[in-house]
């Protein structure tokens, strides 16, 4: 077993009090995450530490949370590459509800804005899908892997000082329906992305690219969006 000490975050705003640090001394098997930390404080040493966590594969991203000072997945960061303590704190930029659980609705308010969905009011030949080549496939591929953690959106200094910024993650969303031949909505998501709240927010920092768990280009995507407004060419 490898003993791991973690050094948790915790805050109930309801309370009024400032966040506190707390410590606990756990162990986790060799190959062990971060997130097998928490349970086993969660499951033995205190039942009231919150945070969420579901698939704990990598694939929901519900347990994004800043370790070490980096937005990570809790599930897919080894506590035996990480020096300790290991420090937990709660995504920054969103409001905190308890301990590691922040309010995700700011986010998805700007996910929303993008219209991340197919848009196309003509059905599709009779008996056939709406079809696409491999090589208009590739043109998005990357954005498809988004798994809306909000990494790449916390990670973002102008989200942290703007909460009217749409963010990262909803501009790669944008681009994943923007560049897809099916859709006839690119357009209108390029017009809404054009305003003082969209695209050319972005700095251009790449926090958000070292940030996303699934290796998006997330930088690129963006700077790719922002030619298309300038360019009208899709």
Same mark, same amino acid.
């Not at 309801?14 to 404080?41: F, I, K, M, Q």
């Not at 790449?206 to 360019?231: H, L, M, W, Y």
């Given at each position: 077993m490898?003993?791991?000490?973690?050094?948790?975050?915790?805050?109930?705003?309801?309370?009024?009090?400032?966040?506190?640090?707390?410590?606990?001394?756990?162990?986790?098997?060799?190959?062990?995450?971060?997130?097998?930390?928490?349970?086993?404080?969660?499951?033995?040493?205190?039942?009231?530490?919150?945070?969420?966590r579901?698939?704990?594969?990598?694939?929901?991203?519900?347990?994004?949370?800043?370790?070490?000072?980096?937005?990570?997945? %809790?599930?897919?960061?080894?506590?035996?590459?990480? +020096?300790? #303590?290991i420090?937990?704190?709660?995504? *920054?930029?969103? &409001?905190? =509800?308890?301990?590691?659980?922040?309010?995700?609705?700011?986010?998805?308010?700007?996910?929303? %804005?993008?219209?991340p969905?197919?848009?196309?009011? +003509?059905? #599709?030949?009779?008996?056939?899908?709406? *079809?696409?080549? &491999?090589q =208009?496939?590739?043109?998005?591929?990357?954005?498809?892997?988004?798994?809306?953690?909000?990494a790449?959106?916390?990670?973002c200094?102008?989200?942290?000082?703007?909460?009217?910024?749409?963010?990262?993650?909803?501009?790669?969303?944008?681009?994943?329906?923007?560049?897809?031949?099916?859709?006839?909505?690119?357009?209108e998501?390029?017009?809404a992305?054009?305003?003082?709240?969209?695209?050319?927010?972005?700095?251009?920092?790449?926090?958000?690219?070292?940030?996303?768990?699934?290796?998006?280009?997330?930088?690129?995507?963006?700077?790719e969006?922002?030619?298309?407004?300038?360019?009208?060419?899709?």
């Amino acid at each position: 077993m490898l003993p791991v000490k973690l050094k948790v975050q915790r805050h109930g705003p309801e309370s009024g009090a400032e966040p506190v640090w707390a410590e606990y001394d756990t162990e986790v098997e060799d190959n062990g995450r971060v997130l097998d930390a928490l349970h086993y404080v969660k499951w033995h040493m205190d039942g009231s530490l919150a945070f969420r966590r579901s698939c704990a594969h990598g694939v929901c991203g519900s347990d994004a949370m800043v370790i070490n000072g980096v937005n990570r997945l %809790a599930c897919a960061v080894l506590c035996r590459d990480l +020096e300790q #303590p290991i420090t937990v704190e709660p995504l *920054r930029g969103l &409001p905190v =509800e308890k301990d590691l659980i922040v309010d995700m609705e700011p986010f998805f308010e700007g996910y929303k %804005a993008v219209l991340p969905w197919l848009i196309n009011d +003509e059905s #599709p030949p009779a008996g056939s899908e709406r *079809r696409q080549s &491999p090589q =208009e496939r590739r043109r998005y591929d990357d954005t498809t892997k988004c798994i809306l953690c909000a990494a790449c959106t916390t990670s973002c200094p102008i989200f942290w000082s703007d909460d009217s910024y749409v963010g990262p993650a909803a501009i790669v969303n944008a681009h994943r329906f923007i560049y897809d031949s099916r859709d006839e909505g690119g357009s209108e998501r390029l017009e809404a992305l054009s305003s003082s709240d969209g695209a050319f927010r972005c700095r251009t920092t790449f926090n958000c690219t070292d940030a996303c768990p699934r290796g998006i280009k997330v930088t690129e995507a963006i700077q790719e969006v922002k030619r298309s407004i300038f360019f009208k060419k899709i």
